[in-house]
């Protein structure tokens, strides 16, 4: 059962345009959240995270919004670059003694020129 | 400084076979995590090793094991081969254990037939 969830595979923007990416989880338990950026043929790397105690974070382009109580988040890209193009994950970290990353399934962003 | 190198990026086994896969991690980072990825589950976490004990663990069976090396160093085992076993695996470094900020390697590509 997925308890990170994106449920959009790919997604499709023009460049210059706001790129928003969705993620919903299961666990309220998660306590901080993350986005990373995959390119083909490379690990994901890291990109912006953001504290449960927050609801939101700013990193130049990148922007995450998180409601819990929808247990809701997204991340923005304004403007978006055709350099954007990646597949984007959503990961999640559990409290604890054994902290874990549980992970989205990825969306997918074009961003056209 | 380097970044995550996994080795061999490609690997073809037939199923019964055993696999070695190996990762150095960035220098100074003392935390290595492994994880799976295919297309229909997205990033499973394997395994996790600090300081050359294993800290943390996901839900894997005993066919896949790993250790880590004084010098961080880590090496994945699978043994008794499936062909579900198919996937990408990826190694992520950090500086400590149970950290959220991780750098990946780009994989190494598993294919069994």
């Known amino acids: 059962d997925q308890q990170v969830k994106q449920n959009s595979p790919s997604l499709s923007v023009q460049e210059g345009r706001i790129s928003i990416l969705n993620c919903d989880y299961t666990n309220s338990m998660f306590d901080y959240f993350l986005w990373y950026k995959k390119y083909p043929a490379e690990g994901p790397t890291f990109l912006i995270s953001i504290s449960s105690i927050k609801d939101k974070n700013e990193d130049g382009r990148f922007t995450v919004f998180l409601n819990k109580s929808a247990k809701h988040l997204s991340l923005h890209i304004v403007p978006s670059q055709p350099g954007d193009s990646a597949v984007y994950f959503c990961a999640a970290l559990l409290p604890g003694n054994n902290r874990k990353l549980i992970w989205g399934l990825g969306t997918s962003l074009a961003v056209n020129p | 400084k380097a970044g995550v190198t996994q080795t061999p990026r490609y690997l073809i086994k037939t199923r019964g076979q055993q696999v070695t896969l190996s990762c150095s991690p960035i220098s100074g980072h003392r935390s290595v995590s492994w994880y799976q990825q295919t297309p229909g589950q997205g990033l499973q976490f394997l395994f996790e090793?600090?300081?050359?004990?294993?800290?943390n663990k996901g839900n894997f069976p005993g066919r896949f094991s790993g250790r880590q090396f004084s010098n961080s160093r880590s090496e994945m085992n699978v043994s008794t081969l499936e062909l579900g076993d198919s996937a990408l695996y990826l190694c992520?470094?950090?500086?400590?254990?149970?950290?959220?900020?991780?750098?990946f390697g780009p994989g190494t590509r598993l294919t069994v037939t």
């Open positions: 090793y600090f300081s050359e004990t294993q800290r």
């Open positions: 992520a470094s950090s500086q400590r254990s149970h950290s959220y900020e991780q750098y």
